[in-house]
């Protein structure tokens, strides 16, 4: 394992059978042009199947695709991950809210993946958080450890501060499936069966802790574990996440994010620079077969708006 240069792979598909390699790269990854294209295939950076070849090689289905980057510049992120616990099969880190989990985009040494492979050697995630999450999550030194500790897990909750003044308690026992949205990935929950798929179910059970300056903070315990679940629910429910881009007051803070384009203005709309979310509480059987839990206090970011002001 290679830790000192990412290195992105890829399986052509139906879709780029048959087309040459500068035209696969120009029309799927449109941030380059096709002479740019070129001139990184010249240089090596791009091999097919292991070997260098000439940018009008023609693709065939299942070619092996690697790209080796020389110059994506990583933006920071915050780096400062704690371990909680460790033995010889299992890790419970606790993660900052500014932090890949795994090399995506322009990252790649700024990611949970690559601090704790450097550190502890081969490293396999057993729950995965977003970027902009903080808190709790499981990972295991070797793969049969992994597969074990995934069946493992008893127990989430998290904390979320959203707008507006939650009910005491509410079940959300329903169905995820995708937004009217102009980001695809955007998803909706709705307590009746959707008519036609895709859907997932989706349980959780929120609890609310506290309510000042027009945000709740809620505890949210999941019974299943879907993407986007406890942010997608509450933004459904009314209850906007604080600090989030999707599923927030605005989709658009998404888009202008994306764009680079947010201004002071929608900063002070979010409140807080990353999504309001934390994963609190973790609850699995290790290995050996004994019970553990693990509690990790809310941070001081999200902490800042749960007191009177």
Not at 149 to 165: F, P, R, T
Not at 248 to 261: C, H, I
Request: aromatic content about 10%.
């Amino acid at each position: 394992m290679d830790l000192s240069q990412r290195v992105i792979r890829s399986s052509i598909d139906w879709s780029g059978a048959g087309i040459t390699l500068a035209d696969y790269l120009a029309g799927r990854f449109t941030y380059r042009s096709k002479d740019e294209w070129c001139k990184r295939i010249g240089s090596g950076e791009i091999t097919l199947n292991d070997k260098i070849v000439a940018p009008e090689t023609v693709l065939a289905l299942h070619d092996k695709l690697e790209y080796r980057p020389a110059d994506i510049t990583e933006p920071p992120a915050d780096l400062d991950y704690s371990i909680v616990y460790e033995d010889d099969t299992t890790l419970v880190i606790d993660k900052p809210g500014n932090l890949c989990m795994h090399p995506a985009g322009p990252f790649f040494k700024h990611t949970l993946w690559h601090l704790l492979c450097t550190r502890f050697g081969s490293i396999h995630f057993v729950n995965r958080l977003d970027r902009e999450t903080s808190g709790l999550l499981l990972a295991a030194k070797n793969a049969a450890a992994a597969k074990k500790l995934s069946k493992s897990i008893l127990k989430k909750k998290y904390l979320v501060l959203a707008h507006g003044e939650f009910p005491q308690e509410l079940e959300a026992n329903g169905f995820l499936l995708s937004a009217n949205s102009v980001v695809r990935k955007k998803r909706r929950f709705q307590y009746e069966l959707p008519d036609t798929p895709p859907f997932e179910s989706a349980k959780t059970l929120f609890r609310k802790i506290s309510y000042s300056n027009n945000l709740s903070l809620i505890e949210a315990e999941l019974f299943t574990g879907r993407m986007h679940q406890i942010r997608a629910t509450l933004f459904s429910l009314g209850y906007p996440v604080a600090g989030d881009k999707l599923y927030g007051l605005d989709e658009n803070f998404y888009l202008k994010q994306r764009a680079d384009e947010l201004t002071e203005s929608d900063r002070k709309k979010l409140l807080l620079p990353r999504q309001a979310l934390h994963s609190a509480y973790l609850e699995f059987t290790n290995v050996s077969g004994e019970k553990l839990s693990f509690t990790s206090q809310l941070p001081d970011d999200m902490k800042f708006f749960t007191m009177e002001n």
